[in-house]
Every structure is written in C-alpha cells, then in structure tokens.
C-alpha cells in the first residue's frame, strides 16, 4: 500500500453538483494537508490539519469544506464549485508541521 | 507573504550535461528547505532537504543543493544528468515560525538522449 493514497483520480462535476474527495496516509502522521495545482502556478495550500484540528485555512472559499475525523483519512467536500476551480487536488502528511510532506497521486477536477 | 523563485521555467539539456536549477526565497527568518521532484504521470517525491547544519546537502539519484544564507539561496545540482532525470522539479521553504510551506512554480526539465 502506497504511502497516501486519494480516490478518486479523476472527478467531473457540473456546478450545483456536490462531491467529495477522499485522502489515506498510511504512515503514522500526524499533520494532513490539502494543495491546489492549476497549470503554470505554484501549488497552493488550502488547509493543513495537526492532530485532527486545522490549524491553517489560507483564504479559501467556503464552497471547500475539509473534514479531518481522525489522523488517517482527510476529506475535502466541494459544492458550487466555479469552472476556474479545476485543477489538481493534492493531499499530503507529515510527521510534523515541520517536517517533509508525502504527497498523494492527486485528484484532477473538472467543473463544467 | 513569503515567496519562492525558480527562475528557469523549462530546461532542456542533453545526457551527461551538468544541471543547476535556480531557488530563492524572499523569508528572512528560520526556514527549512526541500527540493520535490515529480516524473511524469507520478506523484510529488522528495528529492532532498535542509534543516540545519552543513549547507551542502545530498539527495537521491546523485543530486544535491546548497544553502546559501547570504544570498536566499538553494540552488539544485547535479554533476552529470540521465534521460531518466526528466521531472518537473520544485523547490518549496517552510517559514519555521508559521509553519507554513510554500512552492515555487516549478522547473520542467527534459533531458535529451
């Protein structure tokens, strides 16, 4: 079993349409995180999760709603999402806050 | 807010060419670095890293960065490069007082056999 695993991959959705995105680590981590990666712009964080309370949010719209229910699995629930919100969802962990992140495959959203 | 530079958007070297890539950040408090190297169709992989101490660093597949303070600096290296080596690679600084890691825009590398 690979490190961090995402389902699912690849996710089409229309605009009123209300989906999920699942993120696994399975190292032991205590820190989670979500990353956006649109096409020519560096990754940006979303959230970041310690031990189960975020403790980052950077700005971002509220039709993204992460839930952390244990230190394992990490969600990121998309509603009304707007045609600009496609890109790579990337979910990472770490040890620590500190320490490097292990990164997930990536979901590629499409919103039509 | 803190900011990361790569400065060559796209590479493109021949087998056996030496590599440099480009890193500076614009935080001037305690910072740890790492350089990420995604290949194509595969995930984010750590590359190397620096949190302290000799700012020479080696990382996997014979690269290796160093840390220049002065200068903002964590410039990527690697002697002799392989067609093998073509990735996307990403620097990224950890501001150690708001715990927050940001990205460089990436440098796409394509190394021709």
């Known amino acids: 079993e690979t490190g961090v695993t995402q389902t699912p991959r690849h996710l089409v959705m229309g605009m009123t349409n209300k989906k999920s995105l699942k993120c696994e680590q399975h190292?032991?981590?205590?820190?989670m995180y979500w990353y956006k990666q649109s096409a020519k712009k560096p990754l940006e964080l979303m959230f970041v999760?310690?031990?189960?309370?975020?403790?980052e949010n950077n700005s971002v719209p509220s039709r993204f709603s992460p839930e952390c229910p244990n230190s394992s699995h990490l969600f990121l629930h998309l509603h009304t999402l707007q045609p600009e919100d496609s890109a790579l969802y990337l979910c990472a962990s770490s040890q620590g806050p500190l320490d490097e992140q292990f990164f997930g495959p990536g979901t590629r959203l499409t919103v039509l | 807010a803190q900011s990361v530079s790569q400065h060559n958007h796209h590479v493109i070297l021949s087998e056996a060419a030496s590599l440099e890539l480009g890193c500076n950040y614009s935080y001037g408090g305690t910072v740890n670095l790492f350089w990420y190297v995604q290949y194509p169709g595969q995930h984010l992989q750590l590359l190397l890293k620096y949190f302290s101490g000799d700012p020479l660093v080696k990382g996997i597949k014979g690269f290796e960065a160093e840390f220049i303070k002065s200068k903002f600096s964590f410039n990527l290296r690697k002697p002799s490069v392989q067609w093998s080596d073509t990735a996307e690679y990403f620097c990224?600084?950890?501001?150690?007082?708001?715990?927050?890691?940001?990205f460089g825009s990436g440098t796409r590398l394509q190394v021709q056999p």
């Open positions: 990224a600084v950890m501001d150690t007082g708001r715990r927050a890691l940001t």
């Open positions: 999760y310690s031990l189960e309370e975020r403790v």
């Open positions: 190292l032991g981590h205590n820190a």
